[in-house]
Nanobody
Framework: QVHLVESGGGMVQAGDSLRLSCAAS????????LSWFRQAPGREREFVSG????????SYEDSVKGRFTISGDNAKNTVYLQMNSLKPEDSAVYYCAAKRSVGWYVPRDTSMYNYWGQGTQVTVSS
């Protein structure tokens, strides 16, 4: 069982930056695809960005391209999401998700992920 712990959320103003972290532990040997999703009130959970730690394959949702940067540390089984130029519409609970995979493909469908963190709140005021 893989356990995911997110950190780094908070309340900021538009244009500010935040860095989210997600540390995976327990049985991570074959669980190398880590992604961030977010869910705002009344909306479905949506893909934000993901990475395959072994091959450094990256994927971004269009609205965050150029503003968010995902990176990972395979040795630490940790993924980071650097969020710059934050907008009020980025406000949501951000969830870390992990998929049992050692391949390059980073899926965007929530059903493809095996493990989820508890989430961290990001609030961006205008």
């Amino acid at each position: 069982q893989v356990h995911l712990v997110e950190s780094g959320g908070g309340m900021v103003q538009a244009g500010d930056s935040l860095r989210l972290s997600c540390a995976a532990s327990g049985g991570t040997g074959s669980t190398k695809v880590l992604s961030w999703f977010r869910q705002a009130p009344g909306r479905e959970r949506e893909f934000v960005s993901g990475i395959s730690l072994l091959v450094n394959s990256l994927s971004y949702e269009d609205s965050v391209k150029g503003r968010f940067t995902i990176s990972g540390d395979n040795a630490k089984n940790t993924v980071y999401l650097q969020m710059n130029s934050l907008k009020p519409e980025d406000s949501a609970v951000y969830y870390c998700a992990a998929k049992r995979s050692v391949g390059w493909y980073v899926p965007r469908d929530t059903s493809m992920y095996n493990y989820w963190g508890q989430g961290t709140q990001v609030t961006v005021s205008s």
